[in-house]
């Protein structure tokens, strides 16, 4: 019993050369760095993941695990593991990475005077204010713009929800929907709007909100904005998919009609393989909804590590 006490935990093999500050579990240096290496360096979604220990499952502090890693597995983890990540797309012409939206607001600057004497939280409910004021506005000015029988009491309802903020994490993904429907419904040429619908949903997800409520924005903005333009090469293309831009065609139907318009090539392949998955790893994350499962019995990703 004596020997098996003072072996890894993990190969059962080695002596034990370092011990968990939480858990007080025990391993071998090289067994614990090839542990915690391969868990960061599949952590690439949109959520952070949290490293345990791989016995008892305690959360083990990055201040921690951080000390028996190299440095770029901790920047690959920093990278891919913050709270309110943008989602992205390379671009398939030059490959430059695009992000749709960040949770960042520009246009909410305070003096340096205002930041002396004001709390944080009181700069917070300032910014707040703003941003959910500037929504109002935006759309009230595109109204404007519109002939009177566009406005009606949807939109004056939708209007006094974001003037008195009356929303919380779990309404503001469906109040965000309902917002969008109604002014593509209402703005009948989208095209010649583009820029103000655009601007809208940008200014609605700089409102104050929780990560996941912020990864469920991501996606729907995405779903009403699907065609991005590469600020290196001019491209337009699909946010969705990757592929270059197919206007009036799903993601599917553009995919498919590349298989069978293209002669065989790496595209066509890539595009193959997209559509049916048959290598590489389990954990899919749906460019649509933001959904995160295993491939092959599809339950949430989540669910199926636990």
């Known amino acids: 019993m004596d020997y098996w006490l003072e072996r890894c935990s993990i190969c059962f093999d080695a002596r034990l050369e370092l011990c968990l500050d939480h858990c007080r579990d025990q391993y071998c240096l090289d067994c614990f760095r090839r542990y915690i290496t391969e868990v960061v360096m599949s952590s690439w979604g949109l959520t952070v993941t949290k490293i345990r220990c791989p016995v008892c499952q305690t959360q083990i502090p990055q201040s921690e695990w951080s000390q028996f890693v190299p440095a770029h597995v901790v920047e690959h983890y920093n990278r891919f593991n913050r709270?309110?990540?943008?989602?992205?797309?390379?671009?398939?012409?030059?490959?430059?990475?695009?992000?749709?939206?960040?949770?960042?607001?520009?246009?909410a600057v305070f003096s340096e005077q205002q930041q002396q004497t004001q709390t944080q939280t009181q700069a917070q409910a300032q910014k707040q204010n703003q941003t959910q004021v500037q929504v109002h506005t935006m759309i009230q000015d595109l109204l404007d713009t519109l002939p009177f029988y566009c406005q009606g009491p949807e939109m004056d309802q939708l209007l006094q929800i974001y003037d008195h903020q009356t929303w919380h994490n779990a309404t503001l993904p469906e109040i965000y929907r309902r917002t969008m429907l109604l002014l593509f419904r209402t703005v009948v040429d989208s095209t010649a709007y583009h820029s103000n619908l655009l601007a809208i949903s940008?200014?609605?997800?700089?409102?104050?909100?929780?990560?996941d409520t912020w990864k469920q924005l991501q996606?729907?903005?995405?779903?009403?904005?699907?065609?991005?333009?590469?600020?290196?090469?001019?491209?337009p293309f699909c946010l969705q998919c990757g592929q270059n831009a197919h206007p009036k065609m799903t993601c599917e139907a553009a995919m498919r009609?590349?298989?069978?318009?293209?002669?065989?090539?790496?595209s066509s392949e890539t595009v193959k393989w997209t559509l049916e998955h048959r290598q590489g790893c389990n954990k899919v994350d749906c460019s649509l909804c933001g959904f995160c499962f295993c491939w092959v019995c599809r339950l949430p990703w989540s669910e199926v590590r636990n």
């Open 219 to 235: 996606f729907a903005h995405i779903s009403f904005f699907p065609v991005h333009e590469c600020r290196a090469c001019n491209t």
């Open 257 to 266: 009609h590349i298989l069978e318009s293209e002669a065989p090539s790496e």
């Open 202 to 211: 940008h200014r609605i997800l700089l409102l104050d909100m929780k990560p």
């Open 83 to 107: 709270p309110y990540r943008p989602y992205s797309r390379c671009c398939p012409q030059c490959e430059t990475e695009a992000f749709p939206c960040e949770y960042k607001d520009k246009n």
